[in-house]
């Protein structure tokens, strides 16, 4: 099987410790991934604020970048749901050809049919299920089975676990005042939990997150859950 | 406090003082976290929930595709039945109609059923101006009515009080509208509805005309169904001689048959009941029974432009539970006021930018008023995919004035995502220069920057990392041995 990571924009300059973590884990669980070197972004943002035409082009780019391969994987339940739902009525004529695009938790259970990866974490931790991940994907309980094997992890509830965390993209921007309070209702509710860590599949609602905790000094983490699942007893004691 | 929404503020603004309000947060996370989880109980019970939802949208869609058939037929039926039909274009149109119908009568009050339609023309204050006082006998209306206040909510138009501030107003300004609270009352629930019981009383038994809406206009007999919980309803649609429907188009079904389907979906989405305590029934006139003059304005008032619109169009599926309100983690933060219009919550955010336009600063901004989450689709119980509207809308939005920079923007970093060698670049000189990056954004971005901390800038993009630790990628049938990477080097805060 041909894998292709779609890595996204905002974890190539942001964040790719997340895009380490899933080569890290799937090829630890034997998946050879390429990385096709021309993909950029899957044009969610300028789709959802109102641009379908700058986004059009991208989606038509995603189809030609990933033409050929079995399966896209990305870490990130928005991304990928955009990929999987918007691209085919966005680019119809572009989009016939394109592998099935993963989130990488669905790719890991459904796919490889795996749940515990062999991670090693020991932190409490609380696991906030993405809007775009939850609802539009239906994960369900794929991501939280395979926090559940983690070895050393103790896996806290979150309060009102269902409810956004505020990020909505350029929402944020434009609503801030309403975003922040959104935001920080969910600090509270991790704080409130106990936990160290609040993870996501998700990078763009955890720098919004992030960004919020660290501006208050608020004493948790986030972190993306393929760096969770690649913290193996291997590499040491995590954090 | 103006009773209408006219000259409000774009909606980030108006939402920006709610947030700030903690009296208004605490009662609006009271009362939609308890309404939201005693509807998923209700919700629960019945196991053919889905198909129910599939079959209200199918049912309101068909009647929309062929609105023109089913408008005439209910407008022989209630004329056959001994009530006369009006058509009112707008709102301004109704709003006259009424009018003249009230002074016809030769009255100069009338009694009120809650109407999201009246509220949307501003009935009342067109009234007000002919002359004539309106009074509002649904509980949470009365509280917004003696507050000089605007609804806030489609079923709890006063969510935002609390008691004590229900006590105050009772107090304060039921004199002033016709019998007063007792100088004693407390901020007991069951004191407060019977203080409004006596109030409203008086008018029910003085009142000649009443004016409602109605929930459901059944063609195949031109009936009116009127939903409500408190009785109130009952009593203007039976004491007064004369009866005034003003009904949006939108609000037609077929037949009784297709009754049957909302009136499991509305009570159980909208009150978290089985059933509500009171459904009823208006057809024309009966002799000696109830009202003996009946009329029936049939409101546009922007309804076939949003009908001519194949993705928009699916908002005039609304029924008006306010389930949608009740989840929203918006709404709940900004309350309803913000919306500035009468209909509130993600609703309101595609219905009011439809029915009005996208020419106001606060109806341009509407279809922003939204992280995208969900909630309100999933809770809907016509399944009005309310993000894919809110996504059209923004697409209208940004083709008008004030979106130049924003466009450019957009155009910008779709022309460096599609250059994948520029956009590398481009990523590789952020990293480079991360020690030299600001903690806060200038321009627009400054919205980010207030509240949030930005993130670190990582030592080296993604893609630069694979490019050191893979050799390009070989032919597939040759092993390459796994490069070992340590993950945790660069993570974020660490």
């Known amino acids: ?239 | 406090m103006s009773g209408t929404f006219v000259g409000m503020p774009a909606f980030p603004v108006a939402a920006r003082a709610s947030t700030r309000d903690a009296v208004l947060r605490a009662n609006l996370a009271r009362a939609t976290h308890t309404i939201r989880h005693k509807r998923e109980q209700a919700v629960g019970e019945l196991a053919d929930w889905e198909a129910l939802r599939a079959a209200g949208a199918a049912i309101k869609d068909r009647t929309l595709r062929h609105l023109d058939h089913y408008l005439l037929q209910a407008e022989q039926q209630v004329t056959a039945a001994g009530g006369i039909v009006h058509w009112a274009r707008d709102g301004e149109q109704a709003n006259r109609i009424a009018a003249d119908l009230i002074h016809a009568t030769g009255q100069r009050e009338v009694v009120k059923i809650k109407s999201m339609a009246t509220q949307e023309i501003g009935l009342n204050e067109a009234l007000a101006a002919a002359g004539i006082t309106a009074y509002e006998t649904d509980l949470a209306e009365l509280i917004v009515q003696l507050g000089g206040d605007r609804p806030s909510h489609l079923l709890v138009p006063a969510i935002h009080r609390n008691r004590t501030e229900i006590r105050q107003i009772f107090r304060e300004q039921m004199g002033a509208w016709g019998r007063p609270a007792p100088q004693d009352l407390t901020d007991d629930p069951a004191a407060l509805a019977e203080a409004a019981r006596v109030h409203l009383r008086e008018k029910f038994l003085r009142a000649q005309v009443a004016v409602c809406g109605a929930n459901f206009l059944i063609a195949e007999t031109g009936t009116l169904a009127i939903f409500e919980s408190e009785g109130n309803g009952r009593m203007c649609l039976t004491l007064p001689h004369t009866l005034i429907a003003i009904v949006g188009i939108e609000k037609l079904i077929p037949t009784w048959r297709d009754l049957e389907v909302f009136s499991q979906l509305l009570p159980r989405s909208s009150t978290a009941e089985r059933m509500n305590p009171y459904t009823s029934f208006i057809t024309g006139t009966t002799h000696g029974d109830g009202p003996q003059a009946f009329h029936l304005i049939l409101l546009d008032n922007g309804r076939t432009h949003a009908l001519a619109d194949p993705i928009g169009r699916q908002a005039l599926r609304c029924i008006r539970c306010s389930a949608c309100l009740n989840v929203c983690p918006v709404y709940e933060r900004a309350g309803g006021h913000a919306y500035g219009s009468a209909y509130p919550g993600p609703i309101g955010a595609i219905l009011t930018p439809q029915l009005r336009g996208l020419t106001s600063a606060l109806d341009a901004s509407l279809p922003y008023a939204s992280s995208l989450c969900g909630a309100c689709y999933q809770a809907c119980p016509v399944a009005i995919d309310i993000p894919q509207v809110l996504i059209h809308l923004r697409a209208q939005a940004t083709t008008r004035p004030g979106h130049r920079a924003e466009r450019a923007a957009m155009r910008a970093t779709r022309w460096l995502m599609l250059r994948p060698k520029p956009f590398a670049a481009a990523a590789r000189l952020t990293a480079r220069t991360r020690r030299l990056h600001p903690t806060r954004l200038p321009g627009p971005a400054a919205a980010w920057s207030a509240t949030r901390a930005l993130p670190r800038a990582p030592e080296q993009t993604f893609r630069d990392w694979w490019a050191k630790n893979h050799t390009p990628p070989a032919p597939r049938d040759t092993t390459t041995p796994t490069p070992r990477h340590d993950t945790r080097q660069q993570q974020e805060g660490a």
């Open chain 1, 1 to 239: 099987m041909r894998v292709a990571l779609f890595v996204t924009c905002v974890n190539d300059l942001a964040f790719p410790q997340a895009g380490i973590a899933t080569v890290t884990l799937l090829e630890r669980l034997g998946v050879e991934v390429e990385f096709p070197a021309a993909q950029t972004c899957c044009g969610q943002m300028h789709y959802n604020t109102g641009y379908p035409d700058e986004a059009r082009p991208l989606a038509e780019k995603f189809a030609r970048d990933f033409a050929g391969y079995d399966a896209v994987v990305a870490p990130s339940g928005s991304c990928a749901a955009f990929a999987e739902h918007i691209h085919p009525e966005l680019a119809p004529s572009a989009v016939g050809g394109t592998p099935p695009v993963y989130e990488l938790t669905a790719f890991l259970t459904d796919v490889l049919r795996v749940e515990d990866v062999g991670a090693y974490f020991p932190h409490r931790v609380v696991y906030h299920p993405t809007c775009h991940s939850s609802r539009l994907l239906g994960l369900g309980e794929r991501p939280l089975r395979l926090l559940r094997a983690v070895e050393g992890l103790e896996l806290a509830e979150l309060p009102g676990a269902d409810e956004c965390c505020g990020f909505g993209g350029t929402f944020a921007v434009k609503n801030p005042d309403v975003s922040t309070a959104m935001g920080r209702d969910k600090l509270a509710h991790a704080v409130e939990a106990g936990a160290q860590f609040l993870t996501a599949v998700d990078n763009s609602c955890l720098m919004h997150l992030g960004g919020l905790a660290r501006r208050v000094g608020e004493q948790l983490t986030t972190i993306h859950l393929a760096e969770i699942l690649a913290s193996s007893t291997r590499s040491g004691s995590g954090r």
